[in-house]
């Protein structure tokens, strides 16, 4: 089909709709939900249902054909998005794979690694994933640590990763590592796109307080890598992680076009809405926990309202793409406010579940543990302020020490 002969965004629907009828499995919603800590299953039924969904021609809405997608608009997938309601979906390969990940190496990568890469995720093969974050620090991405070095043609990878969000799932990955130590910070760096298999990579998965295992951290010891690892251009990584940052606040945020399906339970509150928790605590009726409710509705109701008017103007040109910061920031206080409301409501029965992560309260006061992760993953608020104030309005940037020194002069830690 070329794009002239492009079908409508209704008859996709409807062409959707009957086909996720006979094709997808219904979701159950009186099924348990997983266990935290225990979704190796959940991956592996992942793939299943990309598969799936590639089968019946539903697979990469937003990615170009010649990648292995369907070419089509955002409005296409908002429209399969909407028919998906009520079935089981893929969920887990949006943020990071499809969104941030392949979404960055549509960008920026090589031709051979669009094709490669962005196809088999699309056929539901492989699960990407991303390594930027240092046990250093995550704020200051530009001030990492670990370095590659060329040997002939080859790339010798040493250094630590942490905070990778579903690396063990995962079969690449996104790594950020410095080049150059005689240039200032952002020169220097070089993004590799790497095996998780590879030798010499020592993968660990972090268990959090609230029993979840997603986190993994990574140690990187003589990891040979060819020069076709390197996405972009030697020492030019800061422009690859500045896009990939674009997506990946854009994705956390709610924004980006690459999300296929609605999470069938999302996993702020614990996967339920705040109606769950205040009529599980038996205090639906109470005019307060109303007036609680009510406000959680609203906050959602704008941040759906925001998603679509930002994503329209930073596609348009009328915002430039820091503005991804504005949902990234969003997100996260309505996700906490949830979850504090959601605490509110159920009170001491939330203290009483935790220790079981049983029932609505026990999940609610779990989801409660982890509600800080809402205000730092996909880079903290405290940044995506900056971003704001900076690259928004304008107003002058922080001060930084290190800035325009080589970073073999920057001092660190405790020197
Ligand atoms: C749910 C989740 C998923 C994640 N997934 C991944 C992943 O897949 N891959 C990956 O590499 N990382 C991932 N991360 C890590 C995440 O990117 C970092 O946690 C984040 O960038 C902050 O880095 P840090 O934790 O090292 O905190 P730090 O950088 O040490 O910051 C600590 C505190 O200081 C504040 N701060 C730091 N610098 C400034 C400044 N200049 N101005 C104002 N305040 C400042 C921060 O806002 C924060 O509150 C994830 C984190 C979470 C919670």
């Not at 697979?59 to 296409?76: D, Q």
């Not at 790594?175 to 590799?192: S, Y």
């Amino acid at each position: 089909m070329t794009t002239a002969e492009t079908e409508t965004v209704e008859s996709f629907r409807l062409r959707a709709r009957a086909w996720l009828a006979e094709n997808m499995p219904r979701l159950d919603a009186d099924a348990p939900l997983p266990t935290l800590g225990d979704d190796d299953h959940e991956w592996v039924r992942a793939r299943e249902l990309q598969k799936l969904l590639h089968a019946g021609g539903f697979a990469g809405i937003c990615f170009p054909r010649e990648y292995g997608g369907l070419g089509l608009s955002p409005a296409h997938q908002r429209a399969f998005t909407e028919e998906t309601a009520g079935y089981e979906m893929p969920v887990q390969l949006n943020i990071p794979t499809f969104s941030i990940v392949a979404a960055t190496l549509l960008d920026m990568g090589s031709e051979e690694q669009k094709r490669e890469r962005i196809s088999a995720a699309i056929r539901g093969d492989e699960v990407l994933c991303q390594f930027l974050s240092e046990p250093s620090g995550g704020s200051d991405l530009a001030g990492l640590l670990t370095r590659a070095e060329l040997d002939g043609d080859t790339w010798i990878l040493n250094g630590q990763k942490t905070w990778s969000t579903s690396a063990y799932a995962a079969d690449w990955g996104l790594c950020l590592a410095r080049t150059n130590w005689d240039v200032p910070k952002h020169r220097g760096l070089t993004m590799f796109l790497i095996p998780t298999e590879a030798p010499g990579l020592h993968m660990n998965r972090v268990k959090m307080v609230n029993g979840s295992r997603e986190f993994c951290e990574e140690f990187f010891t003589d990891v040979q890598l060819p020069a076709s690892a390197v996405v972009g251009e030697v020492n030019n990584g800061w422009a690859v992680a500045s896009r990939q940052l674009f997506h990946e606040r854009n994705a956390v945020g709610g924004g980006s076009p690459y999300v296929s399906g609605i999470a069938g339970r999302p996993r702020a509150l614990g996967g339920q809405s705040l109606f769950t928790v205040a009529r599980a605590t038996g205090r639906a009726a109470e005019p307060g926990v109303r007036e609680r409710v009510g406000e959680w509705v609203a906050l959602e109701a704008v941040k759906n309202q925001m998603v679509s008017r930002v994503s329209r103007a930073i596609g348009s040109g009328a915002l430039p793409p820091p503005a991804a910061s504005l949902l990234r920031l969003f997100h996260a206080e309505a996700a906490q406010r949830g979850t504090d409301l959601a605490m509110d409501i159920a009170g001491a029965q939330i203290a009483a579940g935790v220790g079981t992560d049983e029932g609505v309260t026990g999940r609610a006061g779990v989801s409660y543990l982890s509600r800080q992760g809402a205000s730092l993953g996909g880079g903290s608020s405290e940044m995506a302020r900056n971003q704001i104030s900076e690259r928004l309005l304008g107003m002058p940037r922080e001060p930084a020490a290190d800035r325009d020194i080589p970073f073999n002069q920057v001092k660190r830690g405790r020197v």
